[in-house]
């Protein structure tokens, strides 16, 4: 069945360094993928996309890599800030023409100053 | 802001009671999706809407229905409540378009005792 899920629950860094969260997705249809950030006490925020034609995308001090072959996504945030301590989640779109996100169950990103 | 409203922001009542959740999607978006979050979960699809037509069923328990209104506003149901349908709800929505950030309210977090 589809299934989205993250090979870290926790993950804590030291304020400066970069961070790597991990996401192994099941559905091969699945053609668009999001990291969403949340905040504690807050619903999830847009961090950044990618779309399955791509296999990376920058932003602002995040990047998203997209490995098809072995269904593989991750979230890299370079010079993690204390502001950056959130539960990350990926989703996927499941392909097919109804948009519908399936999500993971999250990793707790903690950052030490 | 994501311009996703969620009302009420809490909610705590008895097993067996029946409430109302509701959801403003952002201006122009016609579908409104909702998602369950409990403490040891990701966010679990419950249900789609599209311009007031039910578009995609996820994991939602008989005891919940939801509609979609002309004003595209959304209401989740929960009824014969349960322990264990205390969670966190979000609504989110997104545009016309498939295959873009769904934007998600604040959430409503309801407490069953």
């Known amino acids: 069945g589809e299934s989205v899920g993250l090979h870290l629950p926790t993950l804590s860094v030291q304020e400066g360094d970069n961070s790597i969260i991990n996401c192994a997705y099941s559905?091969?249809?699945?053609?668009?993928f999001i990291w969403y950030k949340q905040e504690s006490g807050k619903g999830p925020q847009f961090i950044i996309d990618?779309?399955?034609?791509?296999d990376k995308r920058q932003g602002q001090r995040v990047t998203v890599l997209l490995n098809k072959t072995v269904k593989h996504l991750s979230l890299q945030i370079a010079a993690t800030q204390p502001g950056d301590s959130a539960v990350y989640f990926c989703?996927?779109?499941?392909?097919?023409?109804?948009?519908?996100?399936?999500f993971g169950k999250g990793t707790l990103l903690t950052v030490n100053p | 802001d994501s311009g996703v409203t969620q009302t009420p922001k809490h909610l705590i009542t008895a097993t067996g009671q029946r409430v109302t959740l509701r959801c403003s999607p952002r201006?122009?978006?016609?579908?409104v999706y909702w998602y369950q979050q409990s403490l040891d979960q990701g966010l679990q699809f419950l249900i789609q809407?599209?311009?007031?037509?039910?578009?995609a069923k996820g994991n939602i328990l008989e005891r919940f229905s939801a509609q979609q209104f002309p004003d595209l506003h959304s209401e989740l149901n929960l009824s014969s409540l349960e322990l264990g349908d205390s969670a966190l709800y979000f609504c989110?929505?997104?545009?016309?378009?498939?295959?873009?950030?769904?934007?998600f309210g604040q959430g409503t977090r309801l407490t069953v005792v």
């Open positions: 809407y599209y311009n007031g037509e039910e578009r």
């Open positions: 201006s122009g978006d016609l579908s």
């Open positions: 990618i779309r399955s034609n791509m």
């Open positions: 989110a929505s997104i545009p016309v378009t498939v295959n873009t950030e769904a934007f």
């Open positions: 559905n091969s249809a699945s053609d668009y």
């Open positions: 989703a996927e779109n499941g392909g097919g023409s109804n948009y519908k996100l399936t």
